[in-house]
């Protein structure tokens, strides 16, 4: 039997392209007057180059909309023709790079952290902004932060400004961090879908919504040891940073419907009171106070200031390489896949091809591969390891930097490197394996639809999404699952140099903390990716280097279509953010990834359990 066929692949992958396919033959006239739109506002972006000017004494506008991410997902020409909700993101390395030039530009006040858009980062990545926030402020200038609502993401962000101001019908209370599941067990029992599942690990919960109807022990335990690493996280952080009594968060929350009813129900209030913000302002006083301390744009009739996109595209020059000698810092983000992929999933093969493209250049003496990721493909994990295994063999240390998460198939990208660096923060392991291929041949046969035939083989044709999965091609399947999990265990240990035996004590898909990882063994050492790329120098043995970022090049059309997206983001957040949009991010979330499940050998190793951006 050859596990690795085409056609045998294809049982979920085919179901959900054909769902896709079926989708995209709705177009209509509609469609095609927003594509006139589309490629008329395109081609203003492309014609209207004119770069910002940046006013002496101005404000820094830092305002990020959306979700935080450290690489952002490529948007096709379909997704905007058709309409379909456009995602609104912000980069971190933009955040990061702007404040880090602020800090010494003579033209630059002070920082305006508007957060009004903000919608959620992942607490390693609010962390590493936070961190930034308290850099800049070594300079003496200001930071202010205004919001109009603050979620609770943009909360801990505003707690290292140096003042909070909050619109008097605004609300800036934090509610704690929650993971939950929808299960489907019941329903799917009741149309007679069939869940064929092959898997390995006790903690390895990809799979339970399809399994049961509620959380499971093991489930539960996992996940809450992550919230409360995280939630202690969080409270100290926001509480520290604002000069809060320890503890007091927690206080109000666990007494949450007693404290609104002293604070007559009113947000604000019971925001100001709890120290949460510093002062209450309208809009008018906001402006007007903003106009005190940077000026006034006459012509805007409001405070003078460049936002922070503008201000990279009139400062940010292309990295000077005043050395010959490199490390080559390449990003992995999102879902991993066989094939290639855009940015904002890790495609084996175009992630691949990044790897050797800076193996092959002489003067890259060391790769840092910044992971964000909770896994996928099995196969596709195991052919990028491989290939950052090749650099390694010819001489290149390999520095894992783990992001938000670095779990499951992103665990095993990184397992073989030299060193492997994550936030205290991060959510990392993840080591387990499964399975997964539903059918709906009692479906069918409630109407009378059957399925037979003739095989040269116990294990022919023994896969359908119609009649099911053979009693011998389970044994099958359930043994590349058992040799993956093997496979794993032992690439970790090999890779750790730890023993295969100590690994699967802390395997069975059981997720950890970066901080708790690091006493485990699964990491090296706690700290940022620019303590990664310090040690992959080190571990080079050079002093002086350059840092580049290897990256795919994007064609023409791919950076106009970025643009164009991020304006229609920002320009027009009803789009991409409303009851409705939320309702798919969230039904995406919780399935999406059965659309993705590409692996030749259908051997997934995804991490379920690790929070994710919708």
Known sequence: MSTGSPKKRGIVFRFFRFLWRSVKAFNTLVFSLVSLFVIAVILYAAFNQRGPKIPTGAALLLNPAGNLVEQQTVVDAATLLQGNELPQQALVKDLLDALAMAKDDNKIELVVLDLSKLERGLLPTLESIATAIADFKTSGKKVIAVAGNYSQSAIFLAAHADEVLLNPEGMAVPEGFSMYSTYFKSFLEEQDVTVNLFKVGKYKSAVDPFLRDDMSEEDRTARMAILDAWWEAYTVGVETARGMEAGSINALL?????????????????????????????????????????????????????????????????????????????????????????????????????????RLDSNVKAIVLRIDSGGGSKTASEVIRSELQAAQDSGIPVVASMGSVAASGGYWIAASADEIWASPTTVTGSIGIFGLMPSVEKTLARYGIYSDGVATTPIAGGASFTRGISPAYGEVLQAVIEGGYQQFLTTVAEGRGMDVGAVNEVAQGRIWTGKKAKQLGLVDELGDQEQAISAAARLADVKEYSVIQVEPELSVEEILLRRFSETIASSFPAITNNPVSRLTNMVRQKLGFLGRLNDPNNAYVICSDCPVLP
């Open 254 to 358: 666990q007494n949450a419907p007693e404290q609104m009813r002293l604070a007559e129900g009113n947000l604000a209030r019971l925001s100001l009171e709890k120290g949460f913000v510093d002062r209450l302002v309208t809009d008018n006083e906001r402006r007007d106070y903003l106009i005190g301390l940077a000026g006034e744009d006459k012509q805007n009739k409001d405070y003078r200031r460049v936002a922070y996109k503008d201000y990279l595209r009139a400062t940010r020059l292309p990295p000077e390489q005043h050395h010959s000698d490199k490390v080559a810092v390449i990003t992995a983000v999102g879902d991993i896949v066989d094939g290639n992929a855009p940015a904002g999933e890790i495609g084996s093969q175009s992630l691949s091809k990044l790897i050797r493209k800076a």
